[in-house]
């Protein structure tokens, strides 16, 4: 794990939270973004946020704990998102889900111990013609199997929409905003 | 130069359309991006001086997968696209802002007296007509009004906002413009699910694109990106979260359109609804009143997802019966299998047998057979499909994605979903039967939202109560 400069990080957060400060759903907002730079959120950045925005550190923590973007926990350095809603499953979405998490000796929202790959459900990606389908790293993957989902794993084979979470350098989602821009 | 239309949307681009897009720009062919025309099963579908072609996977051997003349394709050509029209045809961001100048310029309860003239109600699920929305927050008195968009499209089967918002972002934005016209608001905010990151970034482009047109100089419009909760798409939900807060849902009344967003009057609306508003403006809402049956008037985005082969988005008036929907425009069921069971209407909507696919969908008929249009989502399931699991899974996604702020829902649900894990153990089950049925008449009669009084739908037709 790269050594954090707390100094530069609390920089960092306060001035992420600092610009969202005047918008529509800022603590979201703010959130958000800060698991987008760091890969998850973690207490001191709770603290931060609380000040920046004047509220208790127990309603950022109530907000953190809301939404299920908001993750506490870094993910693995891949991530990969299984649909778990009614229309992949009439088209064997449970399988696919099973067969994924046995293929990968991890379940439904764990990582692996090496931190190499995490599991994690989704409730809808809207492409609900073409399931089951899944992500990888943010990138959508229709028809999914477990097969092409483990060899989406390899490198060179990404294709589709990338998420916002497709811009995190997995080096600074463990925390190190020196590697920051 | 032959110029060729490649969509740029989520399913085509997963599916390849980029690389597409990139080896006819090599072969020398002028490319456009497009929105998808929602025609899913023969996505990445491309147009070649305008033939088009679907699904393409190898760009040297098309004549495979010939569709003809787009304007042709029956999958298209029997559609009645008010709100798609130009969704798949244009270039999201080649926009003539010329219209909607004019129509920015009518009396606002000239607009609000289409609406009402064209019956229109909310397509996000409630159906409630729209033109009484229109009315109470042009009517109620304040500093400050909000038109806020709910795309926080959640219901499993459904992605008609995801494709307008992709594919003709403008639609969506001369919506919202002519609604803050009409309730005398400054600004718009759109409420979209982080599940949709292409369309965030197309819709805040084409948003942009307004701003340089000058559009947005007395109408301000944001982008809300959501964090992950289903229930934000609950209307007083969606307006606590815009507020940075936890989704948790407010006790009606007031109604948003009276004290929404930070008390102000707020309209609240889905994509849709406000995506058909330029057509009703343009046409006249008695032109839009004409098509439909009965109080279901105008078009309906149905979107055939699940167990089926031509998987697509269908305009078409309100109506048509779920059968024809599914053996006519769907093919019937993917896996070959006969239908075991519909789901209509996302996660809270029934589960439909075969003998009721013949109910014409609109809001009256399937209200008949404790069923909904909601957002207009059909799930296809084969015979395979394991009622009982799917009542399970109906409580234990209300389990996960309730706020937690009433008792019927928050312990409702996971009671629910304890006890039918006890029916699937169990020999006989009207032990559990009985404790479902009272759960259900709880949670429907008590719940402070839709999330907890709408569970049981799903619940009581999968497990055959009544």
């Not at chain 1, 998420?163 to 350098?169: A, F, H, K, R, V």
């Not at chain 2, 009143?289 to 089926?308: D, H, I, K, P």
Request: proline fraction near 5%; glycine fraction near 12%; charged fraction near 25%.
């Amino acid at each position: 794990m790269a050594v954090v400069d707390p100094g530069l990080e609390e920089t960092r957060v306060r001035d992420i939270a600092t610009s969202r400060v005047d918008h529509i759903g800022g603590t979201i907002a703010a959130l958000s973004d800060i698991v987008r730079s760091f890969g998850h959120i973690e207490q001191r950045h709770m603290e931060i946020v609380a000040d920046v925005f004047n509220l208790t550190v127990a309603e950022i923590r109530g907000i953190v704990s809301f939404y299920s973007d908001l993750r506490t926990e870094p993910t693995g350095k891949r991530h990969i998102r299984i649909c778990q809603a009614e229309a992949c499953q009439s088209v064997g979405g449970r399988e696919l889900t099973a067969a994924t998490a046995s293929r990968l000796g991890i379940g439904l929202g764990e990582t692996a111990a090496d931190g190499s790959v995490s599991l994690e459900a989704v409730y809808c990606l809207g492409l609900c013609t073409s399931g089951p389908s899944a992500t990888v790293d943010g990138r959508a993957v229709p028809f999914a199997t477990a097969e092409a989902l483990i060899e989406s794993l390899q490198p060179g084979s990404a294709r589709g929409v990338p998420s916002q979470e497709e811009s995190l350098q997995p080096g600074s989602a463990r925390g190190n905003p020196s590697h920051e821009k | 130069m032959s110029v060729a239309s490649v969509p740029r949307e989520t399913l085509a681009v997963a599916l390849g359309a980029d690389e597409l897009a990139a080896g006819l720009a090599q072969a020398g062919h002028e490319v456009v991006r497009t929105g998808s025309y929602g025609l899913c099963w023969a996505e990445p579908m491309i147009e070649i001086d305008g033939i088009a072609y679907g699904p393409v996977t190898d760009l040297a051997d098309l004549e495979s997968v010939r569709l003809g003349p787009v304007e042709a394709i029956p999958e298209l050509a029997r559609q009645e696209r008010r709100v798609f029209d130009r969704c798949g045809r244009v270039d999201p961001f080649d926009y003539d802002p010329a219209w909607l100048r004019s129509q920015l310029d009518c009396d606002p309860l000239e607009i609000i007296d289409e609406i009402e003239a064209s019956g229109l109600r909310g397509r996000g699920g409630a159906g409630f007509p729209a033109h009484i929305k229109w009315r109470t927050v042009h009517d109620t008195p304040a500093d400050e009004k909000y038109v806020v968009v709910n795309a926080d499209e959640g219901d499993s089967g459904t992605f008609a906002d995801r494709l307008i918002m992709e594919g003709d972002p403008f639609r969506l934005i001369e919506g919202m413009l002519l609604a803050g016209r009409a309730v005398g608001a400054g600004k718009g905010i759109v409420y979209l699910r982080s599940e949709y990151p292409l369309a965030a970034e197309i819709f805040a482009r084409a948003m942009e694109a307004a701003r340089g047109m000058g559009l947005l100089e007395t109408f301000d419009i944001e982008l809300f990106v959501g964090a992950g909760a289903y229930i934000c798409g609950e209307e007083t939900s969606l307006l606590e979260s815009l507020e940075g807060k936890r989704g948790e849902i407010r006790a009606k009344p007031p109604v948003p359109a009276v004290a929404g967003l930070f008390g102000k009057p707020t309209l609240v609306h889905n994509v849709i609804t406000l995506c058909a508003v330029s057509d009703i403006l343009d046409r006249g809402g008695r032109d839009y009143a004409a098509l439909g049956v009965g109080a279901s008037t105008g078009t309906m985005t149905f979107q055939l997802a699940g167990n089926v082969k031509k998987g697509a988005l269908i305009e078409l008036p309100f109506g048509i019966s779920l059968r024809a929907l599914i053996e006519d425009w769907g093919g019937g069921t993917r896996s070959g299998r006969p239908v075991g069971a519909v789901q209509v209407g996302g996660p809270l909507g029934a589960y439909l047998k075969e003998e009721q696919l013949d109910t014409p969908m609109t809001y009256e008929a399937l209200a008949t057979i404790g069923a909904g249009v909601g957002h207009g989502g059909i799930v296809v399931f084969d015979d395979t499909v394991d009622l009982v699991r799917q009542a399970h899974y109906a409580f234990a996604f209300c389990a996960h994605e309730s706020c937690g702020k009433c008792t019927p829902c928050r312990i409702g649900a996971v009671r629910g979903r304890e006890t039918v894990e006890s029916l699937m153990a169990s020999a006989q089950g009207d032990d559990e039967l009985a404790i479902i049925r009272d759960l259900c008449d709880v949670m429907e009669q008590a719940s402070l939202c839709q999330m907890g009084g709408m569970t049981p739908i799903p619940v009581r037709s999968a497990l055959g109560l009544k």
